[in-house]
């Protein structure tokens, strides 16, 4: 997996592109809905737990099982779609997009995790299809579970694979919005 903190930025992106809301939106509550994106994008890796469980990676119920499927991001965006709907609605968004959008940001974790150099990919298509997902091109190196590997080699591949893959097109991203919500100010 990249780290939690690249899942959040990739969440916290796709709530950029998207618009965060209307001009008249309080700062509050623009932060308050970025940090709920951010927070929902890294969302399924709750699912680490399960290695303190003792519940095998390869388990449907273990790392990357159905907690990475697109069926659970559904649901986690319907549910919360309906706890943050009074955010939502005063920042001028519908629910159907709110929810929308939740859904991307959740399903961009799995998509995350699909390029990495990890053994087992997301279950996305649980509980019909127990098949775990990998894209041919994975160039993020794996984030590992043990703090202690973070002072190797590999901590620093990880690092650099991400700044590289993840952090660079985010930020690439939010510039070419900024430029574009300025140029549309001046059309
Ligand atoms: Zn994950």
Do not use: N
């Not at 930025?9 to 939106?25: H, K, V």
């Amino acid at each position: 997996m990249p780290t939690v903190i690249s899942h959040a930025l990739a969440g916290a992106t796709l709530l950029r592109l998207a618009g965060t809301g209307t001009a008249s939106a309080s700062r509050a509550d623009g932060l308050k809905v970025l940090l709920l994106c951010a927070a929902a994008a890294m969302l399924p890796d709750l699912d680490v737990v399960t290695f303190k469980l003792g519940i095998p990676y390869a388990s449907p119920w273990g790392h990357r099982g159905v907690s990475h499927s697109l069926l659970l991001a559904l649901l986690a965006a319907l549910l919360l779609t309906a706890c943050s709907r009074g955010l939502w609605r005063r920042l001028g968004w519908s629910l159907h997009s709110a929810c929308l959008l939740l859904f991307a940001v959740i399903a961009s974790h799995a998509g995350l995790d699909m390029l990495t150099d990890a053994t087992h990919g997301p279950a996305l298509f649980m509980p019909f299809d127990m098949q775990r997902y990998l894209l041919p091109w994975r160039p993020i190196e794996g984030a590992p579970i043990s703090p202690r590997l973070w002072l190797t080699a590999k901590g620093w591949r990880v690092v650099y694979t991400e700044l590289l893959y993840v952090w660079l097109p985010c930020l690439m991203l939010w510039l070419l919005r900024v430029r574009f919500a300025r140029r549309k100010e001046q059309a």
